[in-house]
Nanobody, 126 residues
Framework: QVQVVESGGGLVQAGGSLRLSCTASGLTFDGLTTAWFRQAPGKEREGVAS????????YYADSVKGRFTISRVNAKNTLYLQMNSLKPEDTAMYYC???????????????????WGQGTQVTVSS
């Protein structure tokens, strides 16, 4: 049984930081490409950051480059998203996603990911 579980969301003031975590069980973690997505009310789900199986190369949406860092520890089956210099427009439900592939194709496209967590809410106050 595949389980993807996020944690670490919360309420933070603008300029602050949060770190999200995601664990994936039931899959061979180092064979997964993993990503973070977010969805604000009334908006489409947006790809935020992705990192392929080996954990080497990371990809970011332009809106978060230089502020967010995605990383993973394969030995712990865990994915992270360090979010710094948070802005009110970062407020959204954040989702962890995984796919069984090490391809660099369409890394921030939601339809490419088969496994999803339930989400963790991030709220940034101004």
């Amino acid at each position: 049984q595949v389980q993807v579980v996020e944690s670490g969301g919360g309420l933070v003031q603008a300029g602050g930081s949060l770190r999200l975590s995601c664990t994936a069980s039931g899959l061979t973690f180092d064979g997964l490409t993993t990503a973070w997505f977010r969805q604000a009310p009334g908006k489409e789900r947006e790809g935020v950051a992705s990192i392929i199986c080996s954990g080497g190369r990371a990809y970011y949406a332009d809106s978060v480059k230089g502020r967010f860092t995605i990383s993973r520890v394969n030995a712990k089956n865990t994915l992270y998203l360090q979010m710094n210099s948070l802005k009110p427009e970062d407020t959204a439900m954040y989702y962890c996603a995984a796919r069984v592939s090490c391809s660099e194709w369409q890394l921030l496209a939601a339809f490419e990911y088969a496994y999803w967590g339930q989400g963790t809410q991030v709220t940034v106050s101004s």
